[in-house]
């Protein structure tokens, strides 16, 4: 194929020829900018090989970089750069030498790949400390192309024998690459359909395990290159540090003794670092002087993190969020320094909103409204709601103050600003169902900002509130009857508070409402499109129909009061992300397993973790991680007590008991049927309740709303059974 | 762990982009933008880090920049954040500003930054000073080839060997930053001193410095009695050149310094402060035609000193116009921009008070919008001064050649960048101001 004699590419290709070497140079530049804004400079392939041979080592460089990025085009020429790379890996220039072994390692060519390895084995054993760290990344590089090279030539032994070096930056790469390795040995299974052609690689590629793994001897010189290691040098011995799993107590012990200074260190990952060691190694540890003194010892770096750039700051609440979860107490006394700054980032002001209310209690609570109060009164408006909404998880959280934050509430309602009217609308429904009974002196005032309301979570929060207190409120009738008449143009959620509220209504004023309920069945059943609507008013109406006190059982029920959960997700899994803190997945608070791979959970790994039944619960809660999404869909069910019902029957087909479905078909009347449905969890015993309810939705308790990731707050569970949680999603 | 870091524009365009590991395709760099407005528009917060179809979003802004980071496992957020953030520190000292031009200007060199810095995906030498040694914009020639500065891979990965100097000196500048919220009513809710101790060092050879301050914990621990104040720092950060298991020993802060500038610790107490300047302002606002501030101002501190360059930032409604100012003592000036108008003062006394009124026209129209609340802001510094009391006792300096060296401290104390106040009242009653 002859290129044309014209155009940028024929001009440079004269330049990358020409007998001048600063036309040369000055071409290899241009074809670098080139690639640079993304043209494919593929095609002058030849010519710039032949200029690699040079003694400027700027240029070399570039020609490098133009390797890197096009041997993979141009497979069958890459052999024409083979020469010189064997020849510049034993350059006397350390710094050629490590480039060119550097560079040769990730060129993706089968080639090069059979002239690297003599290189490589005596670049391991350079007498120059800076080409044996760049040589021992290299053997994770010449892993990741080809596995059964390294476990050929040994080089993982050679790794090994690198954690001995006298050089802490060959050590701090030394262990980077075993890790790197072990992780990609574990990552790759036989059926990898990403493995070259296909085909299973032979059993020779797999390294020994025994390599990867870390004894005593490999310990002690971790430990003591920790404390010579350059800053990304101690970030990856910390994390070996973490895989390694101590003999003893006392072994664990050394470990945590040898870490903590790591603590005081400038760098926040290395500090990060360190607490994930500490949590991994502090379980074993029985000593009480020695546990307090790590809490102790941890907050300070905590804290101090708070004040890097917001991205890192980010990192690091994210991470001390988990902590909370698992260790309330580390910071019990910082509250204030989580306060909010003005021009903090939304995404850090969220975070330190949500690790305000763990830390919130009863002594500090004071403040914290004064600055929760604060927010409420900023103009983003996102922030401004979930600022709201923390008021009232501080109601719920501390039964003293829940008075303060009613009041505070009541005084954001008067500043008439309609978001947050509504805001404090839904968080008071919440307070209610905490404490029920309690303030109902502000009833009138939210009646009173019924025309504010536009949202339908806030309109449904509202009419909630009418029907629970239907028999205190005179008018009550008369409000929802307003919202009878507009019932077709409402949204869903809000028709279904309706009709139910007005049911309640009924239930306990029956004279002055016959009307209404007659019409809301009415409207339900016949105008409305939402087969959930329509499903629960025929049950309302048959219930009310055939069995007055059966339906008064139902609908006004005692509903279980709700709390604030202490973790975000299952116990087991937070175990896991503790033992990840500073990774990703601590980051987004969800495990490896959910966000690595192909789609957002790989099938293969989900087969991977049903082998192994290393750990049932949190095999258990990974699953629920996947079903999250649909349970998800369930959950957002509007605010509603009867909701639930309306989620046993949506499940019943694979959830009831089987004692249910006996009793089902020995019932001949159908409203038994649905009476033994309901009744069975809900009505009898409810302190039996969340076993009995436990096994039938198992995927909408702790981990439901995992897979949310960071966007999301955490969510509240309900304690004592499944009714509430509906309340709480909607809220948080 | 990385698999590719890409610098792009505000628009989401790669000015340059490198490619450390194979399992992420360059093509999912264009992707970032496009997620990125997504989340917006979905009021989905977005966040530094974020996870799309397997691949794994890392980023961080500066000025208009974004720096991303592309990766499949699950890497080290906490090291690749901080190594963004590093990477810019490393280029800002190459190019002054970091920004398009400069890299597109300096695209070489970025390249060979980026090949030095990061190796596989993972972080290497990210001082800018040793990289300095050996990448530099001038191109080297045959003749002098550079190797690999020694320090790149020596235990001491900070200092290069053989500097020398005619003088040897060491200064070293005390700074503590005060931060600290006022609420409405008056009390400090919550405050804190970040100091830090930045050193200038010019001295030859590789020389062992030992820093010695009035430390509470080091006096208990060594038993001694405090000749005079002694502070307790709640939380300590060193440089890494300082030996972190001697000073979890016995406290001593001993070390060999990088040449140059440098901080060398950080320190964090968050003993209660109070405002070392304090701000009022009242506003009297008539919507749809005009808002009256009057703002006073007063230095609580000793009054043999002085604070400097004091500015203090009163925050206005968004659509206000043709300011006028009257004040007894320095000047001021409108921030549209910011929202603000800025008074700034040469010098205030300690113990002294002063005034300032302001007057803005509003539009007839109502603005819709609630009004921000944004706090005032301060910025100031006060030479000769520290809040915490913190004290260098000694700085040693031993090297084999045994000369003598000189230390010099200088100590300031200056407003932190979250030093507000929420006093800004509203005068209800017209009779607090008099008309302008």
């Known amino acids: ?732 | 762990m990385a698999s590719l870091i890409a610098i792009l524009d505000v628009k989401g365009k790669s000015l340059i982009q490198r490619s450390y590991r194979d399992d992420v395709p360059p093509s999912h760099i264009e992707r970032f933008m496009p997620l990125v407005l997504d989340m917006e528009e979905e009021n989905v917060q977005v966040t530094p880090c974020f996870s799309d179809e397997g691949i794994n979003y890392m980023h961080i802004r500066h000025n208009n920049l974004y720096l991303l980071a592309l990766s499949k496992r699950n890497s080290n957020a906490a090291e690749i954040i901080t190594f963004l953030h590093r990477l810019s520190s490393v280029l800002t000292e190459y190019f002054k500003e970091l920004e398009e031009e400069s890299i597109r200007d300096n695209f070489v060199i970025v390249y060979e930054l980026l090949d030095e810095m990061m190796d596989f995906g993972y972080p290497q030498t990210t001082e800018s000073k040793i990289l300095q040694e050996y990448i530099t914009q001038e191109s080297h020639k045959l003749e002098t080839q550079v190797r690999p500065p020694m320090a790149v891979t020596n235990a001491v990965s900070w200092r290069s060997e053989g500097i020398r100097y005619r003088k040897n000196e060491v200064f070293l500048d005390v700074v503590e930053s005060v931060n600290l919220l006022v609420n409405a009513s008056g009390n400090v809710i919550r405050s804190e001193i970040l100091g830090a101790v930045k050193m200038k060092c010019y001295l030859s050879g590789m020389p062992e410095l030992r820093l010695g301050l009035n430390d509470k914990v080091m006096f208990e621990s060594t038993g001694r009695a405090a000749r005079g104040k002694s502070i307790e720092m709640e939380d300590v950060k060193f440089h890494q050149c300082v030996r972190l298991s001697r000073f979890e020993n016995d406290r001593t802060i001993s070390f060999i310094p990088p040449d140059g500038e440098f901080e060398l610790m950080s320190y964090r107490l968050s003993t209660p402060v109070k405002p070392l300047v304090w701000v009022e302002a009242s506003v009297e606002s008539h919507r749809g035609s005009r808002v009256e501030y009057m703002v006073k101002v007063r230095g609580q501190f000793k009054r043999r000193s002085t604070a400097n360059n004091v500015e203090i930032y009163v925050p206005v409604p968004d659509d206000a116009d043709s300011p006028k100012f009257r004040t007894s003592v320095g000047s001021v000036v409108y921030a549209p921009e910011k929202s603000a108008f800025v008074w700034k003062i040469k010098q205030l006394g300690g113990g002294r008070d002063y005034l300032m009124r302001a007057h803005f026209g509003l539009p007839s129209v109502r603005n819709e919008e609630v009004d921000k609340r944004a706090p005032i802001s301060v910025k100031f510094e006060i030479p000769y001064f520290t809040l915490s009391g913190i004290n260098v006792r000694y700085l040693r300096i031993v090297e084999k050649s045994g000369y003598q060296a000189l230390p010099w401290v200088r100590y300031i104390c200056v407003s932190g960048d979250d030093y507000v106040l929420r006093t800004i009242t509203d005068a209800k009653s017209s009779s607090m101001i008099a008309p302008l």
Request: glycine content about 4%.
């Open chain 1, 1 to 732: 194929m002859a290129a044309p004699r014209k155009g940028e590419n024929w001009e440079l290709r004269q330049q990358l020829n020409s007998e001048y070497r600063e036309k040369r140079a000055d071409a290899i530049k241009r074809v670098i900018a080139n690639h640079t804004i993304g043209k494919d400079c593929s095609g002058l392939f030849p010519d710039v090989v032949k200029n690699m041979q040079t003694e400027d080592l700027e240029q070399k460089k570039l020609v490098y970089l133009y390797l890197m990025n096009y041997a993979k085009t141009q497979p069958e020429l890459v052999i024409l750069a083979v020469n010189t790379f064997v020849k510049d890996t034993a350059d006397p220039n350390p710094l050629v030498r490590a480039l060119a072994i550097r560079t040769m390692s990730v060129l993706r060519a089968e080639k090069i790949l059979d002239y690297l390895a003599s290189p490589l084995s005596r670049c391991l054993k350079d007498e120059n400390p800076y080409v044996r760290k760049t040589a021992a990344l290299c053997v994770a590089k010449v892993f990741d192309l080809k596995p059964e090279l390294c476990v050929e030539y040994g080089f993982i032994e050679t790794l090994r024998d690198l954690i001995g070096d006298g050089n802490p930056m060959v050590v701090a790469n030394a262990v980077t690459a075993l890790a790197d390795i072990h992780e990609a040995s574990q990552t790759v299974s036989p059926s990898d359909p990403d493995s070259p052609e296909g085909s299973t690689p032979p059993p020779t590629s797999q390294p020994s395990p025994q390599l990867l793994i870390i004894d005593q001897p490999t310990l002690a010189k971790l430990l003591v290159a920790l404390n010579e290691c350059s800053e990304w040098g101690r970030i990856a011995v910390l994390s070996t540090l973490a895989r390694y799993k101590a003999v003893d107590v006392q072994e664990a012990e050394h470990i945590c003794e040898r870490v903590m200074p790591q603590f005081q260190h400038a760098n926040a990952a290395v500090v990060l670092g360190a607490v994930k060691v500490i949590m991994i190694h502090i379980k074993q540890i029985q000593r009480e002087d020695l546990l307090k003194s790590l809490t102790r010892k941890m907050a300070p770096p905590l804290v101090t993190l708070i004040s890097s750039a917001p991205e890192i700051q980010w990192v690091a609440l994210r991470n001390i969020n988990l902590l909370l979860q698992k260790r309330p107490d580390i910071l019990a006394n910082e509250m204030r320094v989580f306060f909010c700054k003005y021009n903090d980032p939304p995404y850090v002001k969220v975070e330190k909103l949500d690790i305000m209310i763990r830390l919130a209690n009863a002594n500090n609570v004071e403040t914290l409204l004064g600055e929760l109060k604060e927010y409420a009164s900023e103009v983003d408006v996102d922030f401004v709601r979930k600022a709201v909404r923390a008021i009232g998880q501080t109601a719920i959280k501390i039964e003293e103050a829940a008075e303060r934050c009613v009041g505070v509430l009541m005084e954001l309602i008067e500043t008439r600003v309609s978001y947050v009217v509504q805001e404090a609308v839904i968080v008071i429904k919440d307070i209610f169902r905490k404490y029920p009974h309690s303030y109902e002196g502000v009833i009138p005032v939210l009646c009173s900002n019924l025309e504010e309301l536009d949202e339908p979570e806030a309109k449904a929060s509202l009419i909630w509130i009418i029907g629970e207190y239907a028999e205190k409120i005179e008018n009550a009738d008369e409000l929802l009857g307003t919202f009878l008449e507009s019932f077709k143009e409402e949204s869903y959620p809000v028709q279904l508070q309706t009709l139910t509220a007005i049911v309640k209504l009924f239930l306990k004023k029956p004279d002055t409402a016959q009307g209404i309920v007659q019409r809301v069945l009415q409207a339900a059943t016949k105008d409305c499109d939402s087969p959930d609507v329509r499903d629960r008013a025929y049950i309302y109406w048959r219930l009310l129909s055939s069995d007055p006190a059966a339906a008064k059982a139902v609908v006004l029920s005692v509903r279980p009061p709700i709390s604030l959960p202490q973790t975000t997700v299952a116990p087991a899994i937070l175990e896991e992300l503790l033992g990840e803190i500073s990774s990703l997945a601590s980051v987004y608070h969800k495990p490896a397993a959910t966000f690595i791979g192909k789609g957002r959970l790989g099938a293969d790994e989900i087969g991977r973790q049903a082998v192994e039944p290393e750990d049932e619960t949190r095999e258990k809660a990974l699953q629920t991680v996947v079903a999250g999404q649909q349970a998800e869909n369930l959950l957002d069910f509007d605010a509603d007590d009867s909701a639930p019902d309306e989620r046993r029957r949506s499940l019943a087909d694979g959830l009831i008991s089987n004692q249910t479905i006996a009793s089902v078909a020995k019932s001949s009347n159908p409203l038994d049927e649905l009476m033994d449905l309901f009744s069975s969890p809900n009505l009898s015993a409810p302190t039996a309740n969340p076993a009995q309810l436990m096994p039938s939705v198992p995927s909408l308790m702790p981990t439901s709303n995992n897979n949310n990731g960071p966007m999301t707050s955490p969510t509240p569970q309900i304690v004592t059974g499944g009714k509430a949680e509906d309340d709480l999603l909607g809220l948080f």
